[in-house]
Every structure is written in structure tokens, then in C-alpha cells.
T-cell receptor, first 112, second 114 residues
Framework: DGGITQSPKYLFRKEGQNVTLSCEQN?????MYWYRQDPGQGLRLIYY???????QKGDIAEGYSVSREKKESFPLTVTSAQKNPTAFYLC???????????FGSGTRLTVV | GQQLNQSPQSMFIQEGEDVSMNCTSS?????WLWYKQDPGEGPVLLIA?????ELTSNGRLTAQFGITRKDSFLNISASIPSDVGIYFC??????????????FGKGTHLIIQP
């Protein structure tokens, strides 16, 4: 079955360490997205990619980096420059502009 | 920038009650999407609306795309325990420029009391 997979489900890191969150999809979707979710804040867009080897900053890109070397994969790195990295991170993909998104099940990152 | 307001922020209801939530914006949109997020999971698309005035049902769920194209509502009839979760609206402009990121409302947290 096609879907979008995020790993790991839970991640703990020490303050000052970079950490990379994985997102893989086998839906043959062109576009992929990363969102951050905090209580009471809804979903905020970090980065998105419409095609391979291209990506754009979203509303809260500072302290994050991404790559899109393969259509199936869109990893997110949370760098030490991100001041408040503890959050629930959601990856999504879509075929086109008018289609809804398919979301992964999320990664809960806790930085201590 | 556009303002997107989703209300209510949370709802505490009894099982069997009907639920109503809405989103309003200062901007005009071509598409309204409604998502549901179960605790600890990613959102799942419930209903998509593509035309002003459109009224669409999906089981106990009914959603409408406002005539002004600036708002939408979602109703849930006869709520059951599995309706618990966070509901998000996500309007889209579809400007033809590519698959930009959706903007989501801040969500309506539905809690069903026993």
C-alpha cells in the first residue's frame, strides 16, 4: 500500500545537537512539505519542495534545513540554531495543487 | 497577509450531540479542505470543497463552501467517541503557480464527555 512514513516516532536530543527527521513516500507525489505543530498554534509550514533538487522556505524556516535529492525522500534537519525545537513535526506530500495532502504520522522531538 | 480564524478553539460536548465549527478569512479562496487529526497522528482529509456555495456530505459530516468564498463550516451530527480529535480547515488559492504549502487554521479541539 502507498503511503508516507516518518521516522522515528519519538526522538530525544540534547540541546546544541543537530538532528535529522526522516520522511519517505511511495505515492509518486511531486510535492512534499514539513510542518511544525505546537499546542494552540495549529500547523506552521517550515519548508516545501515542488520537485526534486528544489525547495522553498515556509513561514518558520529559521533554524531548519532540508534536501530533496530523491522524489521519495525529504529529510528535515533541526539545527542547533533553532531556539525552541521541541515540537511535533509532520511531513506531507501531494500530487498537485488542487489535491489534498497525505500526512505522515509525525515525529515528536524533545530537546533536553 | 491573510487572516484565517477558526472557531471555536475547543468544544466539550456529550455523546450524541451535533457539532458545528467554522473558518473565516479576510481573503478569497478557490478550495476549502477540512482535516481531522487523531491524538499523536497526522491529519487526515475529511472533505474537500471546490465551488462557492457547495454543500458536501461524508457520512455524519457536512461541510459548506461559503458564497463569499471567504468562509466554510463543518458540521458533525450525532457525535460518537471516535470523533474526538482536532479539526483543521485549510483553504487554498490554486493560483497556478505550483503546489505551495497549505495554510491551516489553528484547529478546533473536540472533546466528548461520557
Amino acid at each position: 500500500d502507498g503511503g508516507i512514513t516518518q521516522s522515528p516516532k519519538y526522538l530525544f536530543r540534547k540541546e546544541g545537537q543537530n538532528v535529522t527527521l526522516s520522511c519517505e513516500q511511495n505515492l509518486n507525489h511531486d510535492a512534499m512539505y514539513w510542518y511544525r505543530q505546537d499546542p494552540g498554534q495549529g500547523l506552521r509550514l517550515i519548508y516545501y519542495s515542488q520537485i526534486v533538487n528544489d525547495f522553498q522556505k515556509g513561514d518558520i524556516a529559521e533554524g531548519y534545513s532540508v534536501s530533496r535529492e530523491k522524489k521519495e525522500s525529504f529529510p528535515l534537519t533541526v539545527t542547533s540554531a533553532q531556539k525552541n525545537p521541541t515540537a511535533f513535526y509532520l511531513c506531507a506530500s501531494s500530487m498537485g495543487q488542487t489535491d489534498g495532502y497525505t500526512f505522515g504520522s509525525g515525529t515528536r522531538l524533545t530537546v533536553v | 497577509g491573510q487572516q484565517l480564524n477558526q472557531s471555536p478553539q475547543s468544544m466539550f460536548i456529550q455523546e450524541g450531540e451535533d457539532v458545528s465549527m467554522n473558518c473565516t478569512s479576510s481573503s478569497i479562496f478557490n478550495t476549502w479542505l477540512w482535516y481531522k487529526q487523531d491524538p499523536g497522528e497526522g491529519p487526515v482529509l475529511l472533505i474537500a470543497l471546490y465551488k462557492a456555495g457547495e454543500l458536501t456530505s461524508n457520512g455524519r459530516l457536512t461541510a459548506q463552501f461559503g458564497i463569499t468564498r471567504k468562509d466554510s463550516f463543518l458540521n458533525i451530527s450525532a457525535s460518537i467517541p471516535s470523533d474526538v480529535g482536532i479539526y483543521f480547515c485549510a483553504p487554498q488559492i490554486n493560483s497556478g503557480g505550483g503546489a505551495d504549502g497549505l495554510t491551516f487554521g489553528k484547529g478546533t479541539h473536540l472533546i466528548i464527555q461520557p
